[in-house]
């Protein structure tokens, strides 16, 4: 009778849960509006004349070929407004949700409540993975892999290993994040199998991981052949790693980390109890499953760390996506395998019960964000600039959104000036980096804007000159600094503010940073009118 209750009551917050995660997505889909640089580069790319023009240059919007062919193909389908590419971010929210409901349900036939309250709330979730980016897709799949292999490791044969191969190729041919998570999944299923001699089994799958490997080696090498990486390489730390993390899982980040804490921990101890108890007779196989799923949560955190540190890029929430979806996935998985009696069940069940009165109300901020306010920038100059005024895009990378948004007739330029703004061209960040005076041009552009009596428009801003700080920095590299391509642009834009601050006569701001938008990409516009010597 209490289990049948218990039953009952977990059906209902499940569809709660799954109800409050769909209105979250519908919330953000229509307050997202426009796209912000970092989409702007993945739908341009997509959209590149040629196929062959996304497979020269994939390495520079961070996401492998896979993903920019399928919105290659969503936009030759649906078209590429706003509301088109919203809702495919949309689309790949909702999937997720039917991945976790049905990995769920076939596989352990039981209901995803930790899945739903850790993932299906997380503003990371919400915010990326429904954004035009690799992010979202990506997560996805590899949540189909997980369960595919999974089915293939309870009952093997020809269909299931194929199916499990194709999800993971499509997981890392969309996200290369996901490339360690496949191997601590294809390492947990070996050490599994050989621990119960599985030998066939063993040698089935070092045989589909070392094909799978072998296809992606062009893209890696694609990646790590790039003479550019250096400017966008920072050697993160492994606090600023945990920093990072901890941002991706949810705010606030005291309750989101301690439920989080809480159910791990919680969840891997009773798995453990059930390894120990059972491995020597276990007659349905459950016990190696929950093996598989214990190692691979425990591979996956060591393996996703060394990614992240070879990489050596300054993460964002968003790049541990993929990751918290795997390891909430996982445990989701492990806490239906693991939840025997009735005092387990009742914990999880209100574990998610908590998670579903309390975490809605903490999201009611982040997900009305809109993602630029670009968009509005650019509306702004097509009304106030003339053909004969400048607009300076400050830093570079802001051209790309603004290209994307800017239907105008002034002439503009970025700091530096960067030649093709459809994706990041980090080359050419690099070749302006390794010049003596990559700004001359752009301050002769303005000295003669202005004194012909015009304004110049500075999308971005500028910054003024710091003590302490230089105001200009040899071709890199640098014997300090090395190849930092983030210095370089900070000391171009305080060499910029210097140069405003030393020669306008008026300046003002035209546009402040608007409420309510994405801090990635809040741009105010400042507007310079005279000129003195």
């Known amino acids: 009778m209490i289990e049948h209750r218990i039953r009952r009551l977990e059906w209902i917050v499940a569809i709660l849960l799954s109800s409050a995660v769909v209105i979250l997505l519908l919330i953000r889909t229509a307050y997202a509006g426009p796209l912000w640089r970092d989409e702007c580069g993945g739908v341009e790319l997509a959209m590149m004349p040629r196929i062959s023009d996304i497979l020269q240059n994939f390495q520079y919007q961070t996401f492998p070929p896979l993903f920019a062919l399928i919105i290659r193909g969503y936009t030759a389908l649906f078209g590429a407004s706003d509301l088109a590419l919203r809702s495919f971010g949309l689309a790949v929210g909702l999937g997720t949700i039917g991945i976790a409901w049905l990995n769920s349900r076939r596989l352990v036939n039981d209901l995803p409540l930790i899945f739903l309250a850790l993932l299906g709330l997380n503003p990371t979730f919400l915010i990326s993975g429904t954004s035009m980016r690799g992010y979202g897709v990506g997560s996805l799949l590899f949540l189909l892999a997980l369960g595919l292999a999974i089915k293939a490791f309870r009952q093997a044969n020809s269909l299931s290993l194929a199916l499990v191969a194709l999800a993971c190729l499509a997981s890392i041919n969309c996200l290369a994040n996901n490339v360690p998570l ?205 053909p004969s005024d400048l607009i300076v895009v400050n830093p570079w990378y802001l051209g790309l959104s603004f290209q994307w948004h800017y239907r105008g007739h002034t002439p503009w330029r970025t700091i530096p000036a960067i030649d093709e703004l459809r994706i990041h061209r980090y080359d050419l960040l690099k070749a302006a980096m390794e010049k003596s005076d990559p700004l001359a041009d752009a301050r002769l552009a303005i000295q003669q804007t202005l004194k012909s009596g015009n304004r110049v428009w500075i999308v971005g801003g500028a910054r003024p000159p710091e003590p302490g700080l230089p105001l200009s920095l040899p071709p890199a590299p640098h014997t300090e600094i090395g190849w930092s391509g983030q210095a370089y642009v900070n000391v171009w834009s305080m060499q910029l503010g210097d140069f405003l601050q030393r020669h306008v006569i008026q300046g003002d701001v035209a546009l402040p940073p608007a409420a309510d938008v994405n801090p990635d990409e809040n741009v105010p516009v400042l507007v310079a009118e005279g000129w003195q010597d």
Not at 240 to 265: D, K, N, T, Y
Request: hydrophobic share 55%; proline share 2%; charged share 15%.
């Open 182 to 386: 496949v191997g601590a999944m294809a390492l947990s299923a070996l050490i599994v199998l050989l621990l119960r001699r599985r030998f066939r089994g063993a040698i089935l799958v070092s045989i589909l991981t070392g094909l799978i490997a072998l296809s992606f080696a062009p893209i890696a090498r694609a990646y790590f052949a790039a003479d550019w990486r250096m400017v966008v390489r920072t050697y993160s730390g492994s606090t600023s790693l945990l920093h990072r993390f901890a941002s991706a899982l949810g705010e606030p980040l005291w309750l989101m980390g301690s439920l989080w804490a809480m159910i791990a921990v919680l969840v891997l101890f009773l798995s453990v109890c059930r390894i120990r108890s059972d491995w020597r007779d276990d007659r349905r196989g459950s016990t190696n499953l929950v093996a598989f799923l214990v190692l691979f949560v425990g591979l996956s955190i060591l393996v996703y760390y060394g990614f992240l540190k070879t990489l050596g890029y300054p993460t964002q929430s968003w790049y541990y996506l993929t990751f918290i979806s795997a390891l909430a996935g996982a445990i989701d998985l492990l806490s239906a395998l693991v939840s025997r009696s009735a005092a387990a069940r009742l914990m999880r069940l209100i574990f998610a019960s908590i998670a579903l009165i309390v975490i809605p109300f903490t999201l009611r901020h982040s997900i009305v964000q809109r993602a630029t306010n670009m968009d509005v920038v650019a509306t702004e100059l097509q009304k106030r600039a003339t």
